[in-house]
């Protein structure tokens, strides 16, 4: 697929007898893809991004979950996004790597 088509957007989620919306960061609507972005790639702030993925994709069923870090996390935690069925991308020497 070429990228430059993909459709990206934000999703928007109304909660029944919340007053706040859940807005996630990116979805790739082509792809069916709703990103998680975090700005560090430790165990601490991976487990938040699990949480919030696993509470959208109530939402998104149709979508698959995917974490975007600003760099390689540990191998560790690889297995931890692994084991919840959830894909990673991340920088590593200015490219973006993309895992399953």
Known sequence: MNRE????QRCRIKIPG???ELVTDT?????????????????????????QLYDYLRFVPEATGRLLLPEEPSD???RLIRSCGFGLTYRRLGSWINEA
């Open 18 to 20: 919340e007053r706040t």
């Open 76 to 78: 560790d935690v690889k």
């Open 27 to 51: 979805y790739d609507a082509t792809q069916a893809v709703l990103y998680e972005a975090k700005s560090k790639s430790d165990s601490a702030t991976v487990r938040l991004a699990i949480g």
């Open 5 to 8: 088509s993909a459709r990206l």
